[in-house]
């Protein structure tokens, strides 16, 4: 029986430590996939970290750009705006002092003093303003004052020929004057 008692205990022991070589094995194997999964995770979270920072950067350059845009939009429009109140204002302007008969009439003669010595001179006036310079430049010589009942206000300077040599309209004298000041409207809103 001491046999058999040593056969089983060298079974046991043999089996024993097989078990524990075994339990062994499979703790390494798990500690191994354990740091295997660990590293991943870590590797996975820097990566979205990386994604992250670059979104954030991409977005903030973006919302950058936007806002740059937006701001030179607001101002186009605010130079649009000013200007086109400028040019409301001054065609208010031009268009009141043109409708003066005196002062139309003053414009007038110097104009046709200058071109009298071309030939006949016809002056195209707007409605309110014909009699009135029919009346002051009678006394120049050859002038035909006629009326354009689309002209607003102003007149018009021609020669025997037909060509426009001066345009004192509302229109053009409005118009000259808007792109004179353009640049320095645009100066301004530069600054």
Known sequence: ???LDALLEKIR???VETAKEEAAAIVAKAKEEAA???AKA???AEAATARAKADAERLAQGAEATIRQAARDVLLKLGQDVSALLERTLGG???ETLSDGAVVGR???EAVAAYLRSGEVTIE???GLADALKARLAKQGEVTVVTDPLMGTGFRVRLAGGRVEHDFTGAAVRDALAVLLRPQLAKLLGE
Do not use: F, S, W
């Open 125 to 127: 006036a707007a409605p």
């Open 13 to 15: 022991t043999e089996g």
């Open 93 to 95: 302007a031009v268009d």
């Open 107 to 109: 414009l007038a003669e």
């Open 42 to 44: 870590k590797a996975d």
């Open 1 to 3: 029986m001491e046999n």
């Open 36 to 38: 295997a999964i660990v």
